[in-house]
């Protein structure tokens, strides 16, 4: 069973500082958040051990509990690693879009293509709900409000109904998660940017009927 190791001067685990500060630090850290999505996305948290996620890693024991205390603290930081990387993959290409309703089409797309390229990330998220829900709903919190800012800042720019908010934005949002489901983990084969076209023509002209 692995058993962590108590802090340096027996203090507890939040009263240190785990930050890399090297390179090689920085680079040994993302090694093991990478092997735990792959251990927790294939084996689920309770079946996910800390000794499978270092030899999916390549590191020692010992280097596990330089970062973390437990399985529970891994699978926190992978929850935000997770969150972050969905972020940094969609943000730059959402913000070169040349308006909102594009830029909805274009942040779909390459959710999808994300979700494709990491299918774990909807049994980790899903776990968080019961192994850690304060990072279960930040993931979905922080997520939504980077689209109601889009949204806001395109009804500020004239490009979209003035009344857009928080619900327009969980609305969106929603439509998102599902989408991913169905095609980033249950069809890999379908056109993702059609997918993208057809989602993006409903949010631009709603479901009324066109003369």
């Known amino acids: 069973m692995d058993q962590p190791q108590a802090a340096p001067g027996g203090g507890a685990s939040e009263a240190r500082d785990k930050t890399p500060r090297t ?6 850290l993302r090694k093991l958040l990478d092997a735990a999505a792959v251990e927790f996305g ?3 948290f309770h079946e996910a051990s800390i000794s499978a996620i ?12 330089t970062y973390f205390d437990s399985k529970e603290e891994i699978f926190q930081a992978l929850v935000r690693y997770m969150s972050e990387q969905l972020r940094d993959h969609v943000t730059p290409r959402v913000q070169a879009a040349p308006d909102e309703i594009r830029a909805e089409r274009i942040g779909l797309e390459s959710y999808l293509g994300f ?5 774990e990330i ?3 998220i899903d776990e968080a709900e019961f192994v850690d829900y304060e990072s279960y709903r930040r993931h979905y919190e922080t997520t939504v409000e980077r689209i109601r800012q889009r949204l806001e800042a395109g009804a500020a720019r004239g490009e979209i109904r003035a009344d857009v908010g928080e619900i327009h934005a969980w609305a969106i949002g929603g439509m998102n998660v ?9 069809d890999t084969d379908s056109d993702i ?15 009324k009927k066109r003369d």
């Open 54 to 65: 270092t030899r999916r890693a390549g590191t020692a024991l010992g280097s596990f509990y």
């Open 178 to 186: 599902f989408l991913g489901m169905r095609y980033g983990l249950w």
């Open 115 to 119: 979700v494709r390229e990491h299918k």
């Open 23 to 28: 390179e090689r630090g920085r680079r040994t």
């Open 122 to 124: 909807y049994r980790i």
């Open 193 to 207: 940017s059609e997918i993208a076209r057809i989602a993006n023509d409903m949010l631009a002209n709603g479901l």
């Open 42 to 44: 294939e084996r689920g």
